[in-house]
Each structure stands twice: as C-alpha cells, then as structure tokens.
C-alpha cells in the first residue's frame, strides 16, 4: 500500500472511530429518552454524517453491500420477513453502528483493493460456514452474538471475551487445517497446536499466510483474555478496547473468508 493509500485510510478509520463513538452515546440517549429532541436532531445529522461516508466507500454506488446495509437499517421486518418503513430510531443507530463496524473490517485489511472500495462482495449470512469443524460453528455463531448483546449492554469485559474466544478458535481451526508439518516448516513450534498461547497462533497463522496483519491492532488487554476466564480477575474494559476486539475479529473472519 502506498504512503497516500495509507494516510487515506487512516483518515477514514479515524472519522469512522468517531462516528461509532457518537453513534454509541446516540443509542444510550435515545433508550434514555426516545422523545428528546435534542437527541433526535443530534441523531438525525450522525445520520446524515454516516450516509456520506457510507456513500464515499461504496463509490457512490447504491448496489455496493454497504450502501445496501446503510439503506434496509431503516426498514423494520415484519412478522412475515418482509421490509416495511418504520425502525426506531435507537434500533436504526444500533444497525447503522453494526455497518460502520463492517466498513472499519475491510479499511483495517491491508490491500489496495480494500481501500478502493470498501470490498464488492456482500458479506456472508452464514457468518462462519468457513470454520471447517462444523461441530463447533452454531458455539461460534452464539457467541458472536452473545459478544454484540454484551457491547449493546455496555458490558465491555463479556464482549471483549467473547471476541477473543471467537477469534482463537476460528484461527486455530485454520491451522490445524494447515497441519502442524507445514506450519513447523514456517518457523512455527513443534509442540501440539493446542499447547501454544493465544499469541503464538495468531504470530504463527500471519506468518503462514493464513491470516493478515490485523492483529496488530488487538489491544494488550486482549491479547492477554485467558488471563481473565469467569473465575479469574476481571478488569475494567474500555468501550473502545472491546469495539477493537470486534473490529479485529471481523478482519480475520474475512481473511479466512474472502468471499464474505
């Protein structure tokens, strides 16, 4: 990536951080008081502000996924699945963060193409059909979700977590795929896959080529979560550390699934 690439990116990631982080105290003001005005117009101009940025990735086009995702965030489903016009507005904040999020995922992925528009592929519904043991996909899939409800709640530390379990599995299940004589040929370990740290799979999966350099951004505090299991010491987690842990997990989820 080109130095002017870079600076590019770093500015969006930074004005996107800054949207999710209003969006956040949007969200709670509005489930405080959903009739403040002050509050609605606030929201309405984030709104505003998301859509540009959101139009400025997808390249102005209304087909990209993104711009797709930006649009049905204000459609409310019915009983019958079918879109009809009327979220609440705290619901739409919440579905409009969720797509901010998405657009930090493919920005922190370190390609030209990425950049250039914020990927052309509509993400995968099926959120880890490529974790080859299938046993352990539907845990997966409730911890994903069990890690939103927990940062919606403010519940940073169970987010955290739950990114973190998230993000050792489906890299483990990468490397034990790639098998443990390749990897030895790469420079990694000999001892069994399953007695290495939490840091060495992640070192080991990028320099196999399994995984990018996106866990570069994981906070220290992260990289650390066995550490802090349910019986263990739990430390006070920041909003911004738990939404790295998420934004990090999201980019390797789409390194071990291009297609998403």
């Known amino acids: ?22 969006g956040g105290k949007l969200a709670e003001g509005l489930a405080a008081d959903p009739s403040d005005g002050s509050v609605i117009a606030a929201t309405r101009a984030w709104q505003e502000e998301c859509g540009v940025t959101i ?52 920005l922190s992925q370190k390609d030209d193409a990425a950049i250039t528009s914020a990927s052309s592929a509509q993400p995968d519904p099926h959120r880890f059909d490529f974790v080859h043991n299938t046993e352990i996909r539907p845990v997966l899939e409730q911890a994903y979700t069990d890690s939103r409800h927990a940062f919606d709640e403010g519940k940073y530390f169970d987010a955290l977590l739950n990114s973190c379990g ?33 840091e060495t799979r992640l070192t080991v999966a990028e320099r196999a080529g399994l995984i990018r350099s996106g866990c570069a951004r994981l906070p220290a505090i992260a990289r650390s979560y066995r550490d802090h ?8 987690i920041s909003e911004r550390e738990a939404r790295l842990a998420g934004q990090v997990l999201h980019v390797i989820m789409r390194d071990l699934d291009p297609g998403r």
Request: hydrophobic share 45%; no cysteine; charged share 25%.
């Open 166 to 198: 998230i993000l050792e599995a489906i890299v483990t299940d990468a490397l034990e795929q790639k098998g443990l004589t390749a990897l030895i040929e790469s420079g990694a370990p000999t001892e069994k896959i399953s007695d290495w740290s939490f």
């Open 55 to 106: 139009n400025q990735l997808s390249g102005g086009s209304k087909a990209h996924w993104l711009a797709r995702a930006f649009s049905q965030a204000f459609l409310l489903r019915s009983d019958t699945g079918s879109a009809v016009e009327g979220a609440a507005p705290e619901e739409i904040v919440k579905r409009l963060l969720d797509v901010l999020e998405q657009a930090v995922a493919i």
């Open 1 to 22: 990536m080109d130095d002017s690439l870079q600076a590019q990116v770093k500015i969006y990631l930074a004005h996107l951080d800054g949207l999710i982080s209003r």
């Open 229 to 236: 299991g349910e019986t263990g010491p739990r430390p006070v």
